[in-house]
C-alpha cells in the first residue's frame, strides 16, 4: 500500500507565508477539547482515577490498606500490586508499575485509586494507608559517584569518542581554560499537565482493544510502547492526541500515568476512566533533565585558535530506567579542534527517570561549551565573535563530511550587526547606568537536523478540489496543523483552503514523535512524497476517491552531508549592584534553520525557545532533597519559570535559505535551537556586566553578591 | 470527597460567634492562600465563615487615641488599598509593597485582613508527605538540613525556620500599624509588630490572635516619616516571585541627620522584621553608605545563617544601603 517515493523540490507559494492557525479559532473559542475533556465528548462517564504515591525512595510496599479509601463515598476500587492486571512486558522499569512491591523512587506509582468524582478520588488516594520496608537510597548527583559509563547516549551516541591526541595538544597550548560547568535538573512543565482517557473494549480478541486518548507528543509512538507492556499489539491499541498543550520533550514517550490509565480501564472494563496527572505529580513522574556537571578543556594557540577540546560529563540517571543525556555531543561538531576527547559518566541514583528536555544534550552542553568559549577570548585577548569566525571547521570534525549548510558566521555577524555588538566596551565591569551593571554576551547555538523513520502519508481527491490529506502526526501546540497544510497545499499546488488535514490519530497512517526537531521534516517530507506520487498517478484532474498512501525516501543529504541548524544568541544583561538581581533588556537570536514555511509560527517557536532559555539562565532549578530523594521544589511558585515581566525585549531572525538538499520544502526544523547557548549568551553578558564568572546556572542573584 | 460547610456572615458578631463556637471552623476572606491550603491538604477545617460581605471595605481617615490615623477595611482588597490616594501620598510604602505582592489576578481577590494572615511559607509545609513541625506539631523540622534558600536567617529556631510572606505586612510593622480585632471579648488594639510571633517551640502559631478573633481593620498613624518612604522587594524574577528578602523603611531628617526611622525586613524571619537596632544605630546620624551598613550590621549581630542562606545578609546590607540613601535624597549611584 506504501510506496517509499522519491521527492522533488516544492516550488514555495504557501510555503513561507502568515497562514493563520488553521486551529487558532477552536484554541481561542474554547472548543479545541484537550486529553481530559475529550471523556465527556465522545468516551462516556469516565470513572477518575488518582495516583498514590510512594513516600521513600527505595524499599518495599510492606502494607497496602485500601479499607478507608474504600470506605469513603465514591470510591470504587483501590488497584495496588497485588490486585492491578499482570503486564506482558515488565523490561521497562518506568513502565512497569504495581507488579511488584518494589519501590525504585520516591514519587513512583504504589496504588490507584478509583472513583465517582475526581474529588473523592484524590481523597481516596490521601485515605490508603501505606507502610514501607525502607532501604538506603542514594539521590544525590557528586563528581564522585558518577563514575558509570553508559553503553551509549541519547538517542544512540557513543558515550565517549577520543580523535587526537589531545594531552599532548591541551599541554603544548599557549592558552588554556580549564573549568567545570553546572547546571540543575529541570523539569519540562508545559502549560497543559499530562492526561490519558482510557477504555478498553469489553472482549476484544481482535481489532482494537484499548481506547486511549493522550497528550502526547506521538500517537502511534504510545501505542507502540504501551500496546507490548500490556499484551497487546500496537494496532490493537487506538490512541488519539486531538490537542496537546505542550510537551517540550516531556509528552515524547507514555510515562507510567499512561499504563495506570490503561491498568485503571482494564479493571473496569468497558467503563472509560480518565487520569489527569497534576502539577506536584509531574516532578516525580514524567520526565526531567538531569543535572549536568561538565568538566571542559580548551587549549588555543596565541591567535585563538583551538589545538584541543576535552568535554567530560557527569550527570544521573535513575537505576530503575536508563537515561544518558548526550550533554557532550556539540563539541564533538562545533569547532574545529584537531584534538577532542568527549565522554559521559552517570550515578544510577534511586531517582525518577529523566527523559527528554528540549534540546536535549545540546542545551546544558552548550551552555559549558560556549561560556568556556567565552572565557578562552578573555584569555586570548579576542572578541568572542571573532574568535568563534577563527575556529569554523571546514568540514564536520566529527563524521569528516562536508556540512550541508553551515552558516554560523553569517549568524554571529548579522546578529553583531543588528545588535549593535561593536559598540560593546572590551573590558568587563566598564558600563553601569542607576543601580545596574550592565553587559553584552554572546553564544553559539546549534541543533542536529532529523529526520525520523516510520512515517506515511495519504491523500485523498475529496471531488470538486478539495483533498483529503492524513498523516498520524501530533500538534503539540507548535503549528504543525498549519504549516503541513502549506506544505500539502503547495505539493498539490492547491490553495490551503482546499487541504483536509486529518492529524493525531492512530488510524491515520503512523508518523514519528514531535520530538528532535524533526517533525515538520519528518512528516513534511512524507506529505510531499504522497502528494507528489499521487499526482503522477493520478495527475491534476483526479477523479474523487482516487488515493495514494506513501513514505519518503531519504534524501541525499541525509547520507552524504552533516546537517545542522546554527545560529547565535545576543544578550543585554543588567546586574544590580545592591542586590545582585539579573534583569535582560535586550535578547536576539539569529538562525539559519532552512526555510521557514511559516513566519508566524516560527516566530513562536524560536522566541519561545530564547524565552525557556533564559528561564533556564535566571530562574529554573528543581531541587531534590538528597535525604528523601524528592523534588521539593514541586509547584510553579517554587520552580521559578520566566513570568511576563522577566521577558523585555526578545527577538528572532532567521536567514533567507533554502536547503532542499535536506527536505522538499526547503527546511530544516526550528523547535529546540532557541534554548540553545541562551543561557550561556546571558551568563556571558552577566560576566561582562560584573567581572564576576558565575559558572553554574541558574543565575540567581545571590552568586553576584560578596 | 471531603465534605466542607459554607457559611456567609452577615455580621461581624455573627461571623465572631460562628467561628469562636466551633474549633473546626475557619474565616474565608480572599481565599489565596486558604484555598491553596484546603487543595494541598495542609488545612482540613470543617467549616468557612465567609466575611468577605461584613461592610469592612472603607477606607477612611478617623482620630485614633493616638492620633490621625487611616483607617482600613480588612475587606479592602490588596489592590484597591495600593491605588488609594491616601496611601499612595501618604504611605507610599505600603502602596509599593501591595504592588510587589503575588500578582495582579491575586491582588484583586486578596483582602487586607487576609494578606496578614496568611501563614508561613516553606516547601516542606506544603507538602503532607513530609515532616513540619508547623502542620504536625512535634513531627520535625524537614527543611533544617533540607531546601533552605528561603529560610529566616533573624529569630528561627530548631523546629522551624519558615519566613513570613507578606510584603504588605512589611510596610506595615514599618509604619507601626495597629490591627483592630473582634473577639469574644469585643474589641482590641494590636499593634502589627506583635501580631506576629517567632516559632520558638510552637510554629503551629503564626499569630497571637486567639481562636475566633477577627480581624476587622488596620489603622495606620500619620506620621512625617511614613510620607518619606518606600519599599524594596528583591526577587529571582522580576515579577510574582516572594521576597528572598525586603526593605520597608520611612525616614524623617532634621537637615542631614536622622530625626526618626523605621526600618522593617520581609523574608528573614518567621514574622516582619523591625530592625530595632538599625534604627538606633543610625538616629542622629547622617544616612550615608558607611552609616547604613553598621546600622544593618548591628542588627544582623543575631543572625544565623547556612550555606544557603548566607546571601541574605550581604543582599539586606545592599537592599537597605540603597533604599536609605534613595529616602535621604542622595544619589546611590
Not at chain 2, 515579577?239 to 523603611?249: C, N, P
Request: proline share 6%; aromatic share 4%; charged share 25%.
Amino acid at each position: 500500500m506504501s510506496t517509499r517515493t522519491s521527492t522533488t523540490p516544492v516550488t514555495p507559494r504557501s510555503m513561507g507565508t502568515r497562514l493563520d492557525r488553521v486551529d487558532g479559532p477552536e484554541k481561542v473559542t474554547g472548543r479545541a477539547t484537550y486529553a481530559v475533556e475529550s471523556a465527556a465528548h465522545d468516551t462516556g462517564d469516565p470513572l477518575h482515577v488518582w495516583l498514590v504515591q510512594s513516600t521513600v525512595a527505595k524499599g518495599e510496599v510492606e502494607r497496602l490498606d485500601p479499607a478507608a479509601a474504600l470506605a469513603h463515598p465514591g470510591v470504587v476500587a483501590v488497584l495496588d500490586h497485588t490486585s492491578a492486571m499482570r503486564l506482558a512486558d515488565t523490561d521497562d522499569g518506568e513502565l512497569a508499575i504495581l507488579q511488584d512491591p518494589r519501590v525504585h523512587f520516591r514519587g513512583q506509582v504504589v496504588a490507584l485509586v478509583l472513583a465517582e468524582t475526581s474529588e473523592a478520588a484524590r481523597e481516596g488516594a490521601a485515605l490508603v494507608e501505606v507502610s514501607y520496608r525502607e532501604e538506603p537510597h542514594e539521590a544525590e548527583l557528586r563528581e564522585d559517584n558518577a563514575t558509570y559509563r553508559p553503553e551509549t547516549v541519547n538517542p544512540a551516541m557513543d558515550t565517549d569518542t577520543e580523535d587526537g591526541d589531545v594531552d599532548a595538544a591541551l599541554a603544548g597550548a599557549a592558552v588554556l581554560v580549564e573549568q567545570t560547568y553546572r547546571t540543575p535538573h529541570e523539569h519540562n512543565n508545559p502549560m497543559e499537565p499530562h492526561a490519558t482517557v482510557a477504555r478498553w473494549a469489553q472482549d476484544g480478541t481482535s481489532g482494537e482493544v484499548l481506547d486511549l486518548v493522550d497528550s502526547t507528543q506521538g500517537v502511534h509512538g504510545v501505542a507502540q510502547t504501551v500496546g507490548p507492556v500490556l499484551g497487546l499489539e500496537a494496532t490493537q491499541v487506538r490512541v488519539r492526541a486531538p490537542y496537546v498543550g505542550g510537551g517540550f520533550g516531556s509528552k515524547g514517550q507514555p510515562h507510567a500515568h499512561v499504563v495506570a490509565a490503561a491498568l485503571a480501564a482494564h479493571a473496569v472494563r468497558p467503563r472509560p476512566v480518565r487520569l489527569a496527572v497534576t502539577r506536584q505529580q509531574m516532578f516525580a513522574l514524567t520526565g526531567y533533565r538531569t543535572a549536568t556537571i561538565s568538566h571542559v578543556r580548551l587549549g588555543a594557540d596565541a591567535d585563538g585558535r583551538l589545538v584541543g577540546l576535552e568535554h567530560r560529563v557527569q550527570e544521573q540517571t535513575s537505576a530503575v530506567k536508563e537515561f544518558a543525556e548526550q550533554t557532550a555531543s556539540p563539541s564533538r561538531m562545533m569547532y574545529a579542534a584537531p584534538a577532542r576527547r568527549t565522554s559521559h559518566r552517570l550515578a544510577v541514583l534511586d531517582v525518577a527517570v529523566p527523559s527528554w528536555m528540549r534540546a536535549p544534550g545540546e542545551m546544558p552542553g552548550m551552555f559549558a561549551g560556549e561560556v568556556a568559549m567565552d572565557e578562552l577570548a578573555l584569555a586570548c585577548g579576542l572578541d568572542p565573535v571573532e574568535l568563534r569566525l577563527r575556529n569554523e571547521p571546514d568540514l564536520d570534525p566529527e563524521t569528516g563530511k562536508p556540512f550541508d549548510v553551515r552558516r554560523l558566521p553569517d549568524c554571529l555577524r548579522r546578529g553583531a550587526e543588528r545588535f549593535g555588538w561593536a559598540d560593546r566596551p572590551r573590558e568587563p565591569r566598564s558600563r553601569r547606568v542607576g543601580d545596574w551593571w550592565v553587559g553584552t554576551g554572546v553564544a553559539a547555538a546549534t541543533y542536529p537536523a532529523m529526520k525520523m523513520p516510520g512515517n506515511e502519508a495519504r491523500v485523498t481527491a475529496l471531488g470538486g478540489g478539495r483533498y483529503g490529506v492524513a498523516i498520524g502526526c501530533v500538534d503539540i501546540g507548535t503549528g504543525a496543523r498549519t504549516v503541513l497544510t502549506q506544505i500539502a497545499a503547495d505539493a498539490l499546488g492547491v490553495d490551503p483552503g482546499a487541504v483536509d488535514l486529518e492529524v493525531a490519530d492512530t488510524r491515520l497512517p503512523s508518523a514519528s514523535v514531535a520530538g528532535g526537531s524533526s517533525g515538520t521534516s519528518s512528516w513534511g517530507s512524507t506529505v510531499v512524497a504522497a502528494a507528489q506520487r499521487f499526482r503522477e498517478e493520478h495527475g491534476p484532474d483526479p477523479a474523487a476517491g482516487a488515493e495514494v498512501t506513501a513514505s519518503a525516501a531519504k534524501s541525499p543529504a541525509e547520507t552524504e552531508t552533516a546537517n545542522h541548524s546554527f545560529g547565535a544568541v545576543f544578550c543585554e544583561a543588567r546586574v544590580n549592584r545592591w542586590t545582585g538581581e539579573v534583569r535582560v533588556p535586550r535578547l536576539l537570536g539569529v538562525y539559519s534553520v532552512g526555510r521557514v514555511l511559516n513566519p508566524v509560527t516560527a516566530r513562536s517557536q524560536l522566541v519561545g525557545g530564547l524565552v525557556m532559555g533564559l528561564s533556564a539562565a535566571l530562574f529554573e532549578e528543581s531541587w531534590r532533597d538528597p535525604r528523601t530523594g524528592h523534588v521539593v521544589t514541586q509547584d510553579l511558585a517554587s520552580y521559578h519559570v520566566a513570568a511576563h515581566a522577566d521577558v523585555l525585549d526578545v527577538d528572532a531572525e532567521w536567514l533567507e535559505e533554502s536547503d532542499e538538499a535536506f527536505t522538499p520544502m526547503g527546511s530544516r526544523g526550528i523547535g529546540e535551537i532557541g534554548i540553545v547557548g541562551t543561557a550561556a549568551a546571558v551568563a556571558n553578558a552577566t560576566h561582562h556586566a560584573t567581572g564576576v564568572r558565575v559558572r553554574e546556572l541558574p543565575l540567581t542573584p545571590d552568586r553576584f553578591l560578596s | 470527597m471531603r465534605e466542607l460547610d459554607y457559611v456567609r456572615a452577615s455580621d461581624v458578631e455573627e461571623a465572631v460567634a460562628l467561628v469562636s463556637g466551633d474549633p473546626d471552623a475557619r474565616y474565608l476572606g480572599g481565599g489565596t492562600n486558604l484555598v491553596d491550603h484546603l487543595k494541598l491538604g495542609i488545612a482540613r477545617p470543617a467549616r468557612l465563615v465567609d466575611v468577605g460581605r461584613l461592610g469592612l471595605d472603607g477606607v477612611e481617615e478617623q482620630d485614633g487615641p493616638d492620633g490621625r490615623v487611616l483607617h482600613v477595611g480588612a475587606n479592602v482588597r490588596n489592590s484597591d488599598l495600593a491605588a488609594h490616594p491616601v496611601v499612595r501620598s501618604a504611605f507610599p510604602v505600603l502602596s509599593r509593597a501591595l504592588l510587589s505582592g503575588a500578582s495582579g489576578q491575586l491582588r484583586h481577590q486578596a483582602s487586607t485582613g487576609g494578606n496578614l494572615l496568611q501563614r508561613t511559607r516553606c516547601v516542606y509545609f506544603q507538602d503532607v508527605t513530609t515532616p513540619c513541625n508547623k502542620r504536625e506539631p512535634g513531627s520535625g523540622c524537614s527543611a533544617v538540613g533540607g531546601y533552605g534558600r528561603q529560610d529566616a536567617v533573624l529569630g528561627a529556631s530548631e523546629h522551624c525556620v519558615a519566613t513570613h510572606p507578606s510584603d504588605m505586612a512589611v510596610a506595615m510593622a514599618a509604619l507601626d500599624a495597629v490591627v483592630v480585632v473582634r473577639g469574644r471579648q469585643g474589641e482590641r488594639r494590636v499593634p502589627v509588630r506583635e501580631l506576629h510571633r517567632l516559632p520558638g517551640d510552637r510554629p503551629d502559631l503564626d499569630t497571637t490572635l486567639e481562636h475566633g478573633d477577627l480581624v476587622t481593620g488596620v489603622e495606620l498613624p500619620f506620621t512625617d516619616a511614613a510620607r518619606c518612604s518606600t519599599y524594596l522587594k528583591v526577587r529571582d524574577r522580576a515579577s510574582y516571585a516572594f521576597a528572598l528578602v525586603s526593605v520597608a523603611a520611612a525616614l524623617e531628617l532634621d537637615g542631614d541627620v536622622v530625626r526618626d526611622v523605621r526600618i522593617a525586613w520581609g523574608g528573614v524571619a518567621h514574622k516582619p522584621w523591625r530592625a530595632t537596632a538599625a534604627e538606633e544605630a543610625l538616629t542622629g546620624r547622617a544616612v550615608d553608605e558607611d552609616a547604613v551598613r553598621a546600622a544593618v550590621d548591628a542588627e544582623l549581630a543575631a543572625a544565623r545563617t547556612t550555606d544557603q542562606t548566607a546571601y541574605k545578609l550581604p543582599m539586606l546590607r545592599g537592599a537597605t544601603t540603597r533604599t536609605l540613601l534613595r529616602l535621604a535624597g542622595k544619589d546611590p549611584s
